[in-house]
């Protein structure tokens, strides 16, 4: 919470969850990124506080297509950065945009998830999957992805002030959970997250016990993610400002951690 000096979109897990049959899962959390396995090359600053909480929806291998408005995006900010001389694939090829878009439409994690245990769940599917297939494209295109999202979420903590933890963006996000959790006819709770008193405090003050809460939490931030308080063009400057971050990272990474690259489509290049 940005008011506290934590960052909501750096929350791979919530608070309250951490409180319960979740107390122990930061360390499985962190210990589920098994990247020496498999050779990766990212260096993971595992700090909780700061890492990008978005989660992609792992059901099929690879993205399936933006909009046309979201191509249009891609399609200015792809001409002020250029590919690498020694790429083997284009940026589209390897999904990069719908990845990234992934990551910020899913941030944070409880836009997707309600639970701690869900998301886990859906991390465990990924490696279950890996570990199950021999190797091939898809097994390999699955961990391309997962180190993709590794360098994304390195690359929040490099964001520009306004963009990242306590900045403009997220204080509307906040903005945005506040003013639907008082819709909700909450206005003193903060559904972003709460300690053990102010649980104790909500459920003998309203009623609301910790499903009510992770409902309440789960549908604010599904509205809040469309980041109603903000001027529709602000908004919108402001994510085009962070695909432009993430895409140049990425594109780093690829470069400088000589990366074998991985298209959606199997290729017999």
Not at 136 to 156: K, Q, S
Not at 172 to 179: L, T
Not at 197 to 222: P, S
Not at 247 to 263: F, M, N
Request: charged letters at 30%; a negative charge; hydrophobic letters at 40%.
């Amino acid at each position: 919470m940005a008011s506290q000096g934590k960052s909501v979109f750096g929350m791979r897990r919530s608070n309250q969850d951490d409180r319960n049959s979740d107390q122990a899962s930061h360390g499985a959390v962190v210990s589920r990124i098994r990247r020496s396995a498999f050779g990766a090359a990212a260096v993971l600053t595992v700090v909780a506080a700061i890492l990008v909480w978005w989660l992609l929806v792992r059901g099929s291998v690879g993205p399936v297509g933006l909009p046309s408005d979201t191509q249009l995006i891609w399609k200015e900010i792809a001409e002020e950065l250029p590919l690498d001389p020694g790429r083997r694939y284009s940026d589209e090829e390897l999904g990069l945009y719908e990845l990234i878009d992934g990551v910020i439409d899913e941030s944070p994690v409880y836009i997707r998830f309600r639970t701690v245990e869900e998301y886990i769940a859906s991390e465990d599917d990924v490696w279950i999957r890996i570990y199950a297939l021999a190797p091939g494209h898809e097994r390999d295109r699955l961990i391309f992805e997962d180190m993709i999202e590794d360098a994304i979420r390195t690359a929040y903590i490099f964001l520009p002030a306004d963009l990242g933890a306590g900045g403009r963006l997220e204080l509307a996000f906040v903005e945005a959970m506040r003013e639907c959790a008082s819709e909700a006819g909450y206005p003193e709770i903060n559904p972003v997250g709460g300690t053990d008193e102010e649980l104790a405090y909500w459920e003998a003050e309203f009623g609301l016990t910790l499903d009510g809460l992770l409902d309440l939490r789960h549908e604010c931030a599904q509205q809040a993610a469309r980041y109603p308080t903000l001027d529709p063009e602000v908004r919108d400057e402001m994510l085009n400002r962070i695909r432009k971050h993430y895409l140049k990272a990425v594109h780093d990474y690829i470069r400088d951690g000589d990366i074998v690259e991985i298209p959606v489509e199997q290729s017999k290049r």
